[in-house]
């Protein structure tokens, strides 16, 4: 029977503390795997206490996913704490809106530094784990809408996603004879911190309303249940693909 059952599993979500990768942690919990909180600059022990309190099992990891050092050891802690290794979410990710002309280069490095490089380091320390364990996975890396379209003050940002996303065709190339598949969700536009102050511009919100067929920006949770479908059985045969969830945004150009 196909089932998005997740009991028995274990997961990693970088990023986990906030927004989006706090949305996916609940969500992975409540379908009953055990939960690795990556934070970095926040700490993660209310999203530890909400998966607790609703009988489920999890644990904050402090790591800098742009570090080799540090995520090889969350990686590690994390098969100590739980057992194995089964679904990676490469969801850490910063947008630090700037323009082109005058676009630092430290601000470039460290973009691709987090969103590009630390998907890879992530990715590759997990699925060392996963082959030796031999029982298959799932990686899944939250891309964006901006892997397909540019945007003016995210020069250094949707380089990344795209490669994000490319890096998941790879991927799915190489781990697929061990039975980890590899795939990316590319949300639209979704509330959080790291457009908060975009979002705060004179008009944007209900511009951006305007141009979403269903109507709404996105929350958290709307990226959450397609996260959980591609850790799950029910997508067993999904390998390489690019899920956009973005309420039709981007179909609609005319
Ligand atoms: P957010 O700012 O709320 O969350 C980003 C998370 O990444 C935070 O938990 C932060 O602590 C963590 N992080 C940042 N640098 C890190 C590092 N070096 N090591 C470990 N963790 C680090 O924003 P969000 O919208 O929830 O973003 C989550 C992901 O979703 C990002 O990859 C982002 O690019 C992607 N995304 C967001 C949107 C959107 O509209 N919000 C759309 C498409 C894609
Ligand atoms: C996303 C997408 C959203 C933007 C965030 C920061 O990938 O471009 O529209 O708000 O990044």
Redesign the pocket.
Known sequence: MVTMDLSGKVALVTGGSRGIGRAICLRLARAGAAVAVNHHGTDAEGVVEAIEGGGGRAVAMRADVARKDEVETMVRATVDAFGGLDILVNNAGI?PFHNFLDMPEDLWDRVQAVNLKGAFLCSQAAARVMVEQGRGGRIISIS???ALVG?GE?TH?TPT?AGIHSLMQSLAIVLGPHGITCNSVM???IATD??RE?LAEPGKRAYMERRIPLGRIGEPDDIAGPVVFLASDAARYVNGAGLLVDGGLFVNLQ
């Open positions: 947008c964006s809408i901006s945007g995210q940002y996603k949300p639209g536009t790291i457009n975009d």
